[in-house]
C-alpha cells in the first residue's frame, strides 16, 4: 500500500521559511517523478514544483521560481520542499504527490498517490 505522508507546514511571518517534507512507503520511491501542489479554499489545485525521478531536473511555478527548492533523497524515500521568502499569498495546504513514471510532470492529472496534505499559513 502506497502512503506519502507530509509534514513541515505551520505558522510563519512573511518573509520566513519552512521546510516540507514528504515521507513514503509501499512504492519504488527512486523510479518515479514527485511533485507539490498546494489548495487554498476557493480556488484551484496549484501546481509549485516537481523533480524527476532522477533528481536532475526540477520545474517550478512562476509564482515560487526563486524562493522555493524541491529536492529529493532516494535513500530516505523522502521528498522535500524549501521554501524561503515566504509571501501571504503562499498561505495553502501543501501535498506531495508521485507519478508513475519518471519523467516529471505540472499536471495533477499525472500524479497517482496523493498525500493527506499540511497546512501553511503565511501571516502577513
Known amino acids: 500500500q502506497v502512503q506519502l505522508v507530509e509534514s513541515g507546514g505551520g505558522l510563519v511571518q512573511a518573509g520566513g521559511s519552512l521546510r516540507l517534507s514528504c515521507a513514503a512507503s509501499?512504492?519504488?520511491?527512486?523510479?518515479?517523478?514527485l511533485a507539490w501542489f498546494r489548495h487554498t479554499p476557493g480556488k484551484e489545485r496549484e501546481f509549485v514544483a516537481t523533480?524527476?525521478?532522477?533528481?536532475?531536473?526540477?520545474s517550478y511555478a512562476e509564482s515560487v521560481k526563486g524562493r522555493f527548492t524541491i529536492s529529493r533523497d532516494n535513500a530516505k524515500n523522502t521528498v522535500y520542499l524549501q521554501m524561503n521568502s515566504l509571501k501571504h499569498e503562499d498561505t495553502a495546504v501543501y501535498y506531495c504527490?508521485?507519478?508513475?513514471?519518471?519523467?516529471?510532470?505540472?499536471?495533477?492529472?499525472?500524479?497517482?498517490?496523493w498525500g493527506q496534505g499540511t497546512q501553511v499559513t503565511v501571516s502577513s
Open positions: 504527490a508521485e507519478s508513475p513514471y519518471s519523467t516529471y510532470s505540472r499536471s495533477p492529472l499525472e500524479y497517482d498517490y
Open positions: 509501499g512504492l519504488t520511491f527512486g523510479g518515479y517523478a
Open positions: 523533480i524527476s525521478a532522477s533528481g536532475r531536473t526540477t
